[in-house]
């Protein structure tokens, strides 16, 4: 997933919980410079700002930045796990 992606994904969060960027700097106490200076820049903040951000939009971190629900993150995890079991299977019929 590109950076500009994590961005546009924040930004749908944002407008969907009717906040504007300076709004979501003042409830997760992060600076409104320092979260356009990363956006300008392309930048990931570091986990703990990125749930300082989740937690003042009500929303997990997969959410707010993936624009994936943790429903979602689950059905992708459970089928990621089902091909790597069968591609298990395979490997051991190869061998």
Same mark, same amino acid.
């Given at each position: 997933m590109a950076k500009n992606? &994590? =961005?546009?994904n924040l930004d749908k969060a944002i407008e969907t919980q009717r906040m504007s960027l300076l709004e979501l700097a003042?409830?997760? /106490? &992060?600076s409104y410079d320092t979260i356009? +200076? =990363?956006r *300008?820049? +392309?930048r990931y903040p570091q986990l703990d700002d *990125?749930?300082?951000m989740a937690d003042a939009l009500s929303l997990g971190i997969d959410e707010t930045?993936? +624009?994936m629900e943790q429903t979602e993150? /689950?059905?992708l995890i459970d089928r990621l796990l089902e091909a790597e079991k069968k591609?298990? *299977?395979i490997k051991e019929i190869l061998n």
């Open positions: 992606e &994590i =961005w546009t003042e409830k997760s /106490d &992060i356009r +200076g =990363w *300008a820049k +392309g *990125a749930k300082k930045f993936y +624009g993150q /689950d059905t591609l298990n *299977a």
